[in-house]
């Protein structure tokens, strides 16, 4: 007894890991285990000899399950230790740095557009880059004969063949979306559409893709006073100072009167500033919505008027930010997304202020 308790105690107390001790509860409390054959040995022994043994018996395999249990937990404890040791963390220590993304200024600027115009009471209106020969052309007031269009530059689809229809264009502008909005909300309406559009063109300040952004005005009396007041209004906002601009005369098939709005500004080594210097760059069209394009939309023309404008984006980005080239907006380099982009938190707003 005294030889199979030190046995097997010395075992439990040598076992390195569970399945050490699992063999050991095995040979010597398993059925055949060397205790469990002690324990039939009582059968044979005499009732006296019984009396002593068989209590012996049990408390030494109480005492083994004891010491088995036991080191069980001993293991389990040093296997957290260990885990606890080797799988430390400092969660103190401050993040990788990350190399963040900035926001191009075509979206900053649109966004600040957003901003000051929603504020006038101008709502967001959407229409597709693929647009139809109707909305783009025929319903401005611009018929395939007409000379505007050969001006225009533009891209046009592949018809399918046999088709009678004139080709989808990549929309040249963002007036289309005057006769989609009138369409669906009808008179009165104040809405502006920003937007990219396409134009075959390609110099320092023409890409064959850029940026527009439609307003629309209509009412029962918005005069040519309102739309000077609203983009006099939205320039200085935009610019955050009163610059000086030029109302041009100019025609668009779409508007009567038309006007062309020029900002003064200055070229110096290829760097622009707008408010000051001699030259002028042209960043908007407008005028009062032509009577025909009102009719084209389904709107009486004789009960609505209003007006009608078309800002580059890209243009007033440049003049804004100092930005000279404007193919540089479309490379894609690293390096100027870096410089000219925006922090992404610098959310415009008019009570934040429109930029940093
Ligand atoms: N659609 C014109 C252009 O792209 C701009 C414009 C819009 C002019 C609205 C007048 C009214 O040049």
Redo the contacts with the bound molecule.
């Keep these: 007894m005294e030889e199979l308790r030190n046995k097997y105690l010395d075992l439990i107390a040598r076992a390195a890991d569970e399945a050490t001790i699992e063999d050991v509860r095995v040979a010597a409390l398993g059925k055949k285990g060397e205790v469990a054959l002690k324990m039939r040995e009582l059968g044979g022994m005499s009732p006296e000899e019984r009396q002593i043994m068989g209590p012996a018996l049990n408390a030494l395999k109480d005492e083994i399950n004891t010491a088995l249990t036991a080191k069980k937990a001993a293991l389990a404890d040093a296997a957290l230790d260990e885990r606890l040791r080797s799988e430390w963390l400092d969660v103190s220590l401050p993040v990788r740095p990350r190399r963040m993304g900035t926001i191009h200024p075509i979206s900053q600027v649109t966004e600040e557009v957003m901003a000051i115009l929603a504020d006038m009471g101008f709502a967001v209106a959407e229409g597709p880059q693929i647009e139809s020969d109707w909305y783009n052309f025929d319903a401005l007031n611009m018929p395939s004969h007409h000379s505007a269009r050969a001006e225009m530059d533009t891209f046009y689809m592949k018809t399918p063949a046999g088709s009678k229809e004139p080709p989808a264009v990549l929309r040249t502008?963002t007036?289309p979306v005057q006769i989609r909005a009138l369409e669906k909300n009808g008179a009165p309406i104040r809405v502006i559409a920003p937007g990219r559009v396409y134009r075959a063109d390609y110099d320092q300040t023409h890409t064959p893709m850029f940026n527009?952004v439609?307003g629309l005005c209509i009412d029962k009396n918005v005069s040519m006073a309102n739309l000077k007041w609203v983009l006099e209004e939205f320039l200085s906002a935009y610019f955050g100072k009163r610059v000086k601009t030029r109302f041009r005369a100019s025609h668009?098939p779409?508007?009567e009167p038309?006007a062309e709005v020029d900002v003064q500004c200055q070229w110096n080594n290829g760097y622009v500033t707008v408010g000051e210097g001699n030259d002028w760059l042209e960043i908007l069209?407008?005028?009062m919505v032509h009577p025909k394009v009102l009719q084209n939309a389904g709107v009486d023309p004789k009960e609505w008027q209003g007006f009608?404008?078309?800002i580059g984006i890209d243009r007033i980005a440049m003049l804004k930010y100092g930005i000279p080239d404007l193919r540089a907006f479309f490379d894609s380099d690293l390096r100027w997304l870096r410089h000219y982009g925006f922090a992404a938190l610098d959310v415009p707003t008019l009570h934040g202020g429109l930029s940093r």
């Design positions: 502008h007036s527009q439609e668009f779409f508007t038309s069209g407008s005028g009608a404008f078309g």
